[in-house]
């Protein structure tokens, strides 16, 4: 799968979370798996997708959340791993961190965008005219997958740098970003059961 195809694929799920689902198809867990399996590699696609959504995961998602964007993380994190670059895991797993932070920073500044948006609706209802409500959802969707697509092709174009760059690194950074990546699903384990715990 190439860049650009991912960077879309990427958009397209990313609306799921945002703002259309949730039909669950932006969760890491889903992500994960399915590009990985587009890179021919499954099952590392599925463990990244795994490490990304322990760390996400607070509740079940009922639209979207700002903070680190779990599909986008999840999404970069398995195409740099499994695609062309052949990035380390836990460097993919950092790097997949860093594009779903920077996408959250994006996704921020389009809900303030948004909230404009709904002040001139309510302006134009208050007027007796027409909000044109159509329109403006089908400008923020379009406006959202075209963020999104942009700062997934900018992850994914870093992942030959970023390979060539890791085993340059002095070794106590790597191991301490395997021992992450390794600590990672205990943790989100650990969370889960102290909010299933709060809630019985």
Do not use: K, N
Not at 4 to 23: M, Q, T
Not at 160 to 168: C, I, Q
Request: proline content about 7%; some cysteine.
């Amino acid at each position: 799968m190439s860049a650009l195809a991912g960077s879309a694929a990427l958009a397209l799920l990313e609306l799921d979370a945002s703002s259309i689902g949730p039909f669950l198809l932006s969760r890491p867990f889903v992500v994960g798996p399915l590009f990985g399996a587009a890179c021919g590699r499954p099952w590392l696609g599925a463990a990244l997708g795994a490490a990304v959504e322990a760390v996400t995961l607070r509740r079940l998602p009922l639209g979207g959340a700002l903070g680190i964007s779990a599909p986008v993380a999840a999404g970069a994190a398995a195409w740099l791993a499994c695609g062309p670059a052949a990035l380390a895991p836990e460097a993919a797993f950092l790097a997949g961190l860093g594009a779903g932070w920077a996408h959250g920073r994006v996704e921020a500044a389009l809900r303030r965008l948004g909230g404009a948006r709904v002040r001139r609706a309510r302006a134009a209802l208050a007027a007796g005219g027409e909000p044109g409500l159509g329109a403006a959802v089908l400008s923020a969707l379009a406006l959202q997958a075209a963020a999104t697509f942009v700062v997934a092709l900018a992850a994914l174009r870093l992942g030959e740098p970023l390979a060539r760059l890791w085993p340059l690194l002095p070794s106590a950074p790597r191991e301490g970003a395997r021992l992450a990546l390794a600590v990672v699903p205990w943790f989100g384990a650990g969370r889960l059961a102290v909010s299933l715990a709060r809630r019985a």
